[in-house]
């Protein structure tokens, strides 16, 4: 009786052991899942990054013109718009792709006189669209042109005019005729040359200007 009572408390001893055996490897079993995610969350961490980039003054910008600009209708204060003609790169790292986006404003516009004043154009930047980024505001040197001079072109129109006038006048009235058909051929060379001596600056969509940052900027980039 003894033997029999002994042997069914040895057997309850070893099912309990078991049965703590069981539990514990469970509880091991889910306290890897915990290093499971931890693996992935680190995996996530290590993807790309972003990094903060400084473009320094002097660094120069290709662009293309968007639309049309001209002395004789563009108006100081009018906006303008560009792309990129060329990639910004800082150390190897593209910080806008060629197409990128570009804004701008004229800043001082001079129309062509006639006879002597030529005429004048200035343009500056103020902001870089990265292809797939916001807008960051920039400043850069002004962009300048000022026309070719045609002065020498309109006194030689005007002296034609006077030389041409002189023999006319010669052929119908001598001397006299000569002079006075002289002074009328200065005038009508003047008139000539002050209907035709307008040279307007002209740029066309797609013309390529070169701006240099008068500034540093800096954004953020994809490592």
């Given at each position: 009786?003894?033997?029999?009572?002994?042997?069914k408390?040895?057997?309850?001893?070893?099912?309990?052991?078991?049965?703590?055996?069981?539990q514990?490897?469970?509880?091991?079993?889910?306290?890897?899942?915990?290093?499971?995610?931890?693996?992935?969350t680190?995996?996530q961490?290590?993807?790309?990054?972003?990094?903060?980039?400084?473009?320094?003054a002097?660094?120069?910008?290709?662009?293309?013109?968007?639309?049309?600009?001209s002395?004789?209708?563009?108006?100081?204060?009018?906006?303008?718009?560009?792309?990129?003609?060329?990639?910004?790169?800082?150390?190897?790292?593209?910080?806008?792709?060629?197409?990128?986006?570009?804004?701008?404003?004229?800043?001082?516009?001079?129309?062509?006189?006639?006879?002597?004043?030529?005429?004048?154009?200035?343009?500056?930047?103020?902001?870089?669209?990265?292809?797939?980024?916001?807008?960051?505001?920039?400043?850069?040197?002004?962009?300048?042109?000022?026309?070719?001079?045609?002065?020498?072109?309109?006194?030689?129109?005007?002296?034609?005019?006077?030389?041409?006038?002189?023999?006319?006048?010669?052929?119908?009235?001598?001397?006299?005729?000569?002079?006075?058909?002289?002074?009328?051929?200065?005038?009508?060379?003047?008139?000539?040359?002050?209907?035709?001596?307008?040279?307007?600056?002209?740029?066309?969509p797609?013309?390529?200007?070169?701006?240099?940052?008068?500034?540093?900027?800096?954004?953020?980039?994809?490592?």
């Amino acid at each position: 009786m003894k033997s029999k009572w002994f042997l069914k408390t040895l057997g309850i001893g070893f099912l309990a052991l078991a049965m703590i055996g069981c539990q514990g490897g469970t509880e091991q079993t889910e306290s890897d899942t915990p290093g499971a995610e931890g693996a992935a969350t680190r995996t996530q961490a290590s993807g790309p990054q972003m990094v903060q980039v400084t473009v320094p003054a002097g660094t120069s910008l290709q662009v293309r013109l968007g639309g049309t600009l001209s002395t004789g209708t563009t108006e100081a204060g009018t906006a303008f718009e560009g792309t990129l003609a060329e990639a910004l790169v800082v150390n190897g790292t593209t910080v806008a792709p060629v197409g990128s986006s570009v804004a701008g404003q004229v800043t001082h516009v001079v129309s062509s006189g006639r006879l002597t004043r030529p005429a004048e154009l200035s343009l500056v930047l103020n902001s870089l669209t990265p292809t797939g980024g916001g807008d960051i505001g920039i400043s850069t040197e002004t962009w300048g042109m000022k026309g070719e001079s045609h002065k020498k072109r309109n006194i030689g129109m005007i002296g034609g005019g006077a030389g041409a006038g002189a023999v006319v006048g010669a052929l119908t009235g001598g001397k006299k005729g000569a002079a006075i058909g002289s002074a009328v051929g200065a005038g009508a060379g003047t008139g000539v040359a002050a209907a035709t001596g307008k040279k307007e600056i002209e740029l066309a969509p797609e013309t390529k200007l070169t701006f240099k940052l008068s500034g540093p900027f800096t954004v953020s980039v994809r490592k």
